[in-house]
């Protein structure tokens, strides 16, 4: 069984910065992984994905490029996203989401994603 956990959610000022981890526990695929984050009323979107071992190629969502930096360290079996110069609109809550079986490229589509975890929530106050 896949377990999902994410942490280092919380509370800063615009500019400063956060970094989430995320563990999946029972994670045998080592596929594609990813971040992604949602508000209320609006939908999930992604934000940073990165495929398996072998080539660690990166996706980011546009909002985030050059602010956001998604890294696996595989021998600790954790997904980090580092995120600086953060702005009002990064607030929301954070999940992580691992892909069951192969994966070429990833995607920032959530629909391609197996296990997800409970979220993290960031608040990012002007």
């Known amino acids: 069984q896949v377990q999902v956990v994410e942490s280092g959610g919380g509370s800063v000022q615009a500019g400063g910065s956060l970094t989430l981890a995320c563990v999946a526990s029972?994670?045998?695929?080592?596929?594609?992984m990813g971040w992604f984050r949602q508000n209320p009323g609006k939908e999930r979107e992604g934000v940073a994905t990165?495929?398996?071992?072998?080539?660690?190629?990166?996706r980011y969502a546009d909002s985030v490029k050059g602010r956001f930096t998604i890294t696996k360290d595989n021998a600790k079996k954790t997904l980090y996203l580092q995120m600086n110069n953060l702005e009002p609109e990064d607030t929301g809550t954070y999940y992580c989401?691992?892909?069951?079986?192969?994966?070429?490229?990833?995607?920032?589509?959530?629909?391609?994603?197996?296990?997800w975890g409970q979220g993290t929530a960031v608040t990012v106050s002007s």
């Open positions: 989401a691992a892909k069951r079986g192969f994966c070429w490229v990833p995607s920032l589509l959530g629909s391609e994603y197996d296990y």
């Open positions: 029972g994670y045998t695929d080592r596929s594609c």
């Open positions: 990165i495929d398996s071992d072998s080539l660690h190629r990166t």
